[in-house]
């Protein structure tokens, strides 16, 4: 043991008492520990007693109290406080256009939507505060039990709820409302991430790909059984992304998302009913439909046009589109406040984008660089569609717009920006033994 004398035991205790971050602690005693053995061993081999060789180690070491503080401002927790400006920024714009549009609307049915939305955000920042102080590691360990409860989930539910539009989207149980297909979007890529991360990066052959495509495969045909296709598309998507990330084997993921894109495809043109692609493929013809498949796209796009810079003011004239101002939150805060604004919101989105991005390199647990990739990505994809979606030129799609949007989606939302930003807090505080192992495996070239 590398305190095995009561000075150097009582000098580490005292130094890490001074260090707030417990988890360091054992890894503070290894490094300094040995350290202050090797120094007694060099002066004990020159004659000095062990009581001796103690003294001189405690004595080069320094100050207890000293070298504990300094251990802790390296080793402390961290908050990204700009991040957590830009998500309250964010709820205020969500509540504010949420009052606006109860507000105004006629429809009893859509005038308590306020309400709920307070709700939600205040749950979503409850599960938030909880992600930011969970030690995210500890999602390997029950990574397997997610999985097959999710799993499970997609499975039964068919059988229990009732679908709407043809989906059986939604897990109902003594009035709790789970959004089940979001909730599958958004913690599975976690939990294959979790259980295939060290076989792919160890052992990156034919049989650990097998395996990574079975678990991905699995709730693939479970949210296609479902028939929620959009959870599905982005579910794919970011699959091959944490593939290619984990791998390095970019031609295998370009290579996999053709194959993938090829099925998806096939699937939509054969047992697709609703067809969706002829619905897809409205924006190019945009004029043959103007009120069939095209209505929302023209109403945007009209929306967009009367707005000009500053907007039409608080007092909305709604009409049949207006009624769903709540999928639409960016062309709501176009139609208020104008062009500006919409501007305004596409520079923030931007930064917050960037500040995710930004946080990836300053990460060095590979487990939690994965979660930060992972989570990045899937803002990034419904943040950049749902900007799209508002000019109207894309094809309109149940893509929520985070942290914005109506829905009970915040919950994931907050939930997940709470699990990244729990992983940035621990940045200085998990000490990478593999890291260090790593380093002197790796011969010099």
């Given amino acids: 043991m590398t305190d095995q004398h009561d000075k150097i035991k009582r000098y580490l205790d005292e130094m890490c008492s001074q260090v707030k971050a417990r988890e360091v602690h054992t890894d503070l005693r290894d490094e300094l520990g040995n350290h202050m053995r090797e120094m007694m061993l060099d002066k004990e081999q020159e004659g000095f007693t062990e009581e001796e060789a103690a003294v001189y180690a405690i004595k080069q070491m320094g100050d207890p109290a000293a070298v504990g503080k300094s251990m802790h ?19 205020i714009v969500s509540l504010f256009l949420m009052w606006n549009f109860t507000t105004n609307v006629t429809n009893a049915r859509y005038q308590n939507f306020y309400n709920v939305q307070v709700v939600y955000t205040i749950i979503g920042m409850t599960l938030m505060s909880f992600f930011i102080f969970f030690d995210y590691r500890k ?16 499975w039964v539910n068919p059988m229990i709820s009732s679908s709407i539009n043809g989906m059986y989207r939604y897990y109902n149980a003594y009035g709790f409302v789970l959004d089940l297909t979001s909730a599958a979007m958004w913690v599975l890529p976690l939990t294959i991430g979790a259980i295939m991360l060290d076989k792919l990066r160890s052992n990156c052959n ?28 982005m579910f794919g998507i970011i699959s091959l992304v944490l593939f290619g990330w984990i791998t ?17 495809l096939l699937l939509l043109l054969t047992t697709d009913s609703y067809h969706r692609l002829e619905r897809f493929s409205v924006v190019f013809n945009l004029e043959d439909d103007s009120m069939g498949n095209g209505y929302y796209n023209h109403s945007i796009m009209g929306i967009l046009q009367s707005a000009g810079w500053w907007g039409n003011g608080l007092d909305i004239a709604f009409d049949q589109f ?15 406040f104008g062009w500006s604004a919409g501007i305004l919101l596409l520079v923030g989105i931007i930064w917050f984008v960037a500040s995710m991005v930004n946080m990836l390199p300053r990460i060095r647990d590979d487990f939690g660089r994965m979660i930060i990739v992972i989570i990045t990505s899937m803002f990034a994809l419904q943040m950049i569609y749902s900007l799209a979606m508002t000019t109207g030129r894309v094809p309109i799609l149940s893509v929520v717009f985070p942290f914005i949007g109506y829905g009970n989606h915040l919950i994931f939302d907050y939930a997940m920006i709470g699990l990244l930003l729990g992983v940035y807090r621990r940045k200085d505080t998990v000490l990478l033994k593999n890291e260090k192992s790593q380093s002197v495996a790796t011969p010099v070239q």
Avoid at 208 to 230: E, G, H, K
């Fill in 248 to 264: 390095r084997k970019w031609l295998y993921t370009a290579i996999a998302t053709v194959i993938t894109v090829c099925i998806g």
């Fill in 139 to 154: 999602w390997k360990r029950a990574a397997w039990w997610i999985y097959i409860l999710l799993n499970t989930m997609l």
């Fill in 206 to 233: 034919v049989k650990t790909i097998l395996s990574y495509i079975a678990m991905v495969a699995l709730p693939s045909v479970l949210l296609l059984q479902i028939s929620d296709w959009v959870r599905l598309v």
């Fill in 73 to 91: 401002r390296l080793h402390r927790h961290r908050m990204h406080w700009g991040l957590i400006c830009g998500l309250i920024s964010l709820a």
């Fill in 322 to 336: 207006k009624t769903s101002y709540f999928d639409y939150p960016g062309v709501l805060l176009i139609d208020v």
